[in-house]
């Protein structure tokens, strides 16, 4: 299968401060990427749609100027995360779209996931 | 809104032991349903899509089989190591982000030796 990959796969912080993540496809470009958080025994909740050369398109009750989404190339995304708090930690994962030969047929892979914890 | 139900939450099996894990759907109009596997602290691992109904598609020890309102993730002859949360999504057509998928709670499988 398709490879993406996140950096870092954990990171701590403390309150106020920015933390940025970067999610790239490593053997694919990906026009179209996603940013999901998940809490723990809880599954994804879509944040917002990465489109490379435009605007992200954020889920309903995601702030985003706290999250920040730049998708600057076919193979990368970054996801900022502004000032934050501890109701922000959580496991952020990515996820990118690889088209496959037949038409209309796709697949959607998912990186390994960041853990953010701010203190 | 689209709705995905999966049942049962948590499934324990013997090792050989082969069972079913259900999704449900609701989507005004079904593009995709996806199964994925994920492992503790690890994001999901792609598994299948299904597009149609009467589809099945098989990985394996994995089947998995698609009707107008459910899917089910068949595990023939399970393996320990096929412990893990087994998450179903659907896209719908015409949602309002291209490809945006909308995830069940997930099935905690446990395969005991």
């Known amino acids: 299968g398709a490879v993406v990959s996140q950096h870092p796969s954990w990171v701590i912080c403390k309150s106020g401060t920015s933390v940025k993540i970067e999610c790239r496809s490593l053997d694919f470009q990906a026009t179209t990427m996603f940013w999901y958080r998940q809490f723990p025994k809880q599954s994804l909740m879509l944040m917002a749609t990465?489109?490379?050369?435009?605007?992200?398109?954020?889920e309903q009750g995601v702030e985003k100027d706290k999250f920040l989404i730049n998708h600057a190339s076919l193979t990368l995304s970054t996801l900022t995360v502004t000032s934050a708090h501890p109701e922000d930690s959580s496991f952020y994962i990515c996820?990118?779209?690889?088209?496959?030969?037949?038409?209309?047929?796709?697949?959607?892979?998912f990186g390994p996931g960041t853990r953010l914890t701010v203190t | 809104e689209d709705q995905v139900t999966q049942s049962p939450e948590a499934l324990r099996l013997q090792e050989g032991e082969s069972s079913s894990l259900n999704c449900s759907y609701t989507?005004?109009?079904?593009?995709?349903l996806f199964w994925y596997r994920q492992d503790p602290g690890k994001g999901p691992e792609f598994l299948f899509t299904l597009y149609s109904a009467g589809e099945e598609k098989e990985k394996e020890r994995l089947k998995a089989t698609l009707t107008k309102k459910e899917s089910f993730l068949h595990i023939t002859a399970p393996k320990p190591e096929d412990s893990a949360t087994y998450l179903c999504?659907?896209?719908?057509?015409?949602?309002?982000?291209?490809?945006?998928?909308?995830f069940g709670k997930g099935t905690l499988l446990t395969v005991n030796p």
């Open positions: 989507v005004s109009g079904l593009r995709g």
């Open positions: 996820s990118a779209i690889k088209f496959a030969r037949s038409v209309g047929s796709y697949e959607q892979y």
């Open positions: 990465s489109n490379e050369g435009s605007k992200a398109t954020y």
């Open positions: 999504a659907v896209q719908a057509v015409g949602g309002g982000s291209n490809y945006k998928l909308t």
